[in-house]
């Protein structure tokens, strides 16, 4: 197996593989590019956006900066709209739906280490995947941990810290994020 096929099956793998390591510069100079360009030149920018997010639908809008660790393994829906400073370590799969808003400073970590400190120390790292349904609201400061699944219609509060899955229509928050109520989307 190679280091890729390990780190996207979500088992211990080695981050400074050369292949992986290249991969990582390759986005690196991709949204370096798209982070520093001004809104002149908007039509550049999503072309850069296009080039990063390889599975994307149409109309996905990004504010300036954002930083992602490879972009080929995040999917994202149609109509979604990411503000300042978003942050996705995508080392395993993450999947956004459509119609997805992340507000400022929305961290989305895939990437994890063992807990054992022996097997952390050897510079080994795994992955989960994580799903975003349809219809989500991410509140700014919030993060989604490694291994979720948000279900549709889900709105989380600012500066949760979501470390669990949570179902179709409800307003989550807190740390760990809870269930603050259900929503009726009827």
């Not at 370096?32 to 360009?37: D, I, Q, S």
């Not at 908007?42 to 809008?61: A, D, P, S, V, W």
């Not at 829906?77 to 400073?85: H, I, R, T």
């Not at 490694?146 to 949760?160: F, K």
Request: proline share 5%.
């Amino acid at each position: 197996m190679t280091e890729r096929e390990k780190m996207l099956s979500g088992i211990l793998y080695s981050p400074t593989d050369p292949e992986l390591m290249k991969e990582r510069h390759k986005v690196r100079l991709l949204f370096h590019k798209f982070n520093h360009l001004s809104e002149e030149h908007l039509e550049e920018r999503q072309k850069i956006l296009y080039q990063i997010f390889e599975n994307t639908g149409e109309n996905l809008f990004v504010e300036p900066p954002f930083h992602c660790d490879y972009g080929s393994n995040i999917k994202v829906g149609n109509n979604v709209f990411m503000n300042f400073n978003c942050c996705i370590l995508d080392v395993a799969e993450v999947t956004i739906g459509n119609n997805c808003m992340f507000a400022p400073h929305v961290q989305i970590y895939t990437a994890t280490h063992p807990l054992e400190f022996k097997a952390r120390n050897s510079g080994k790292e795994l992955a989960k995947p994580i799903t975003i349904g349809n219809n989500v609201w991410i509140g700014g400061n919030a993060t989604i941990c490694p291994g979720v699944t948000l279900g549709n219609n889900v709105v989380v509060a600012a500066g949760a810290v979501v470390t669990r899955s949570f179902p179709d229509n409800v307003v989550i928050g807190g740390n760990p994020a809870k269930i603050i109520k259900t929503i009726d989307n009827h």
